[in-house]
């Protein structure tokens, strides 16, 4: 309770701090007076969120840079050994390869999925519809750990002969075949592909929710347009429709393809990396921490942020397309 | 729920202005069975994996860790033996209370503190004029897609010198940090779409900036604020990397390290406990979801759905 009180002192003395700042900041800029005032105020009413980036993203990129040339416990500089040491061993290509296969795979199917329920869900009656969009949506309120706790439920093995507690199991076994340890079946990457289902599982409902406006903002008139020209649904769909919400389209393949290049939580939980389900995410976490080994771990960032700056780029560049049309 | 966190950040200026008359959805006789069956399909499949959870969380440990929690459609008599023992076990011994309270003391100061000075920036970026004002914006934006995992060693070893690691304001101010970028960018873009002539009025009559933002902007921008406020909420309760690596297991853990650490993995404390954790690990978020979705909903497809 000391605690909860402790944090709610926090919240009220942390934004009375802020109003209090602001109000010395825009003091100090108004006591310069005159044309000084106006040139100096923007920049102090940006001050507080600026340095707030500047610590905790702008210098550590710098320096988790600085840090990825030189030893575990950056003594000492040893050039481009991180590197080549993780690109030649052969786990960290694997685990390489694994978060490509997320990226090739989760993006794309949860645009098509988020689309598809949008689509179907928007042609039945509004209660339905609400109450089907909600069921779908609420899982992006739980966390990847309690969604650890739900699908253990779905995925657990039991060995032959025992009853199963795991719902595919169940399944399965009811069917008459041997039950399968699920998480263990490393062929194909089959269970790299189910840890992949919990996080459609957790983001179909944001694609769905943004999807679903973009398809409602569409005009009418153009719909109606496209019908009197004799065009069926289908090529409607793809041909007006498609076209129209293509922006939405890419905004969430983008939030998505960031999101799961740094997929750690559900890995974690779920497998630890065992039976070459491992990502860059939780490779990075135990160089970080089980080896202690943060030469390795602010290499594996930089490859990170070197693969996110290709979408850097480009938001930046539809950002200023965006405001150029408003 | 990581990945998210940059996501209504590029959602937010979706498509512009367009509105339509409701004529085509709504109408139940368009909706053809298909869409119907499929959906009723997928609505069962999303949520009948979190009704076992629940369903496991109140059955005693040999029901639960034996049988299957489908069996108590056909064995009435186990209904009987549920009970709340699970949760009292995994809040007592599991430590589960605790950390609760410890994800409360982190969330409320991480969620509300950023939100006002993000409005500050937000309002000089949509309302002043200054030199490098589209630049410093421009950087906000790419600074969005620029994942958290570059802070950690470094911010790591400046925490070890400080003596901060394993605190509260360790998180905190990490929150705040990763948080910011997001926020000013939806508060500014939604603070952009607000009338100008009230702005340039309250000038006329001699308002501050000061004035302006408190009496004018910030009541005007609540909606953004709110969407904003849940999101991170979301996030900063869900999280599990930065609380791994800034506070770590301990009398500071927040419930997701706490559940991790003391129910799965090698402690493997059985279904009946695990379920009844995560539960616990999600009820809150679950109705701050449910009571706030419209706010929510509104604050992501705010570009949409502008007219």
Request: a neutral charge; one cysteine or more.
């Amino acid at each position: 309770m000391l605690k909860i009180l402790n944090a709610l002192i926090t919240v009220g003395v942390g934004i009375a701090a802020a109003v209090v700042l602001y109000w010395l900041l825009d003091r100090l800029a108004t006591s310069l007076g005159g044309k000084w005032e106006q040139r100096v105020k923007p920049y102090l009413y940006i001050l507080p969120a600026y340095a707030a980036l500047v610590f905790y993203l702008v210098y550590p990129a710098v320096q988790t840079a600085v840090f990825s040339f030189a030893n575990a416990t950056s003594t000492e500089w040893v050039g481009l050994d991180n590197y080549t040491d993780l690109l030649g061993s052969s786990n960290f290509r694997d685990t390489l390869f694994n978060t490509l296969l997320w990226m090739a795979i989760v993006p794309v199917v949860t645009v098509a999925m988020g689309l598809a329920v949008a689509v179907l869900a928007d042609r039945l009656s509004p209660r339905w519809e609400k109450s089907s969009k909600t069921i779908i949506f609420l899982p992006m309120a739980i966390s990847f750990v309690g969604a650890g706790t739900v699908w253990n439920l779905v995925y657990d093995f039991r060995p032959p002969g025992r009853e199963q507690i795991g719902l595919q199991n169940a399944i399965v076994t009811a069917l008459g075949f041997d039950p399968i340890a699920w998480l263990q079946l490393s062929d194909w990457h089959f269970n790299s592909l189910l840890l992949m289902v919990m996080l459609l599982w957790a983001q179909v409902g944001f694609s769905m929710v943004l999807l679903s406006a973009a398809v409602k903002g569409v005009p009418e008139d153009t719909l109606e347009a496209a019908r009197i020209d004799g065009a069926n649904e289908r090529s409607i769909f793809f041909r007006v429709v498609v076209p129209q919400i293509w922006g939405t389209v890419i905004t969430v393949f983008i939030t998505t393809l960031i999101g799961v290049m740094k997929i750690f939580d559900i890995v974690y939980v779920m497998t630890n990396g065992t039976a070459n389900t491992n990502v860059i995410g939780l490779e990075f976490f135990n160089q970080l921490f089980t080896n202690a080994n943060n030469g390795r771990a602010a290499a594996i960032v930089v490859m990170l942020m070197l693969a996110t700056v290709p979408i850097m780029w480009y938001q930046v560049r539809h950002f200023r397309r965006e405001e150029s049309m408003a | 729920m990581t990945q998210t966190q940059t996501t209504m950040a590029a959602a937010t200026p979706t498509p512009k202005t367009r509105k339509r008359q409701p004529s085509r959805e709504g109408s139940p006789q368009k909706a053809g069975w298909f869409a119907r069956i499929v959906v009723l399909i997928l609505c069962f499949l999303w949520i009948v994996p979190v009704i076992g959870l629940f369903l496991t969380s109140f059955r005693p440990r040999d029901d639960a860790n034996e049988t299957g929690w489908w069996t108590l459609f056909w064995t009435p008599s186990a209904w009987g033996r549920m009970s709340l023992d699970n949760y009292s076990q995994a809040i007592d011994q599991g430590g589960l209370g605790n950390a609760f309270i410890n994800s409360l003391a982190i969330t409320l100061p991480a969620t509300f503190i950023p939100v006002l000075v993000a409005a500050f920036a937000a309002y000089a970026f949509a309302f002043m004029e200054f030199p490098g004002r589209d630049f410093l914006f421009l950087a906000v934006v790419s600074l969005l897609v620029v994942p958290n995992y570059i802070a950690f060693v470094p911010i790591l070893r400046i925490y070890g010198d400080l003596e901060l690691a394993g605190t509260f304001p360790a998180v905190w101010l990490a929150h705040i940090g990763f948080g910011m970028s997001l926020a000013v960018y939806i508060l500014r873009n939604y603070m952009a779409t607000l009338p100008r002539s009230i702005i340039e009025s309250a000038k006329i009559d001699g308002a501050s900036h000061f004035q302006t933002f408190y009496r004018l902007v910030l009541p005007m921008s609540v909606p953004a604020l709110a969407a904003f406020a849940i999101f991170q909420f979301l996030w900063v309760w869900n999280d599990l990397l930065v609380a791994l690596i800034f506070v770590g297991p301990g009398d500071n853990a927040p419930i997701t390290v706490a559940l991790r650490n003391n129910l799965m993995g090698q402690a493997g404390a059985g279904q009946h406990l695990l379920t009844a954790g995560g539960f616990l690990t999600m009820v809150l978020p679950i109705l701050v979801f449910l009571f706030m979705q419209r706010f929510f909903v509104r604050g992501l497809t705010a570009g949409a759905v502008k007219g």
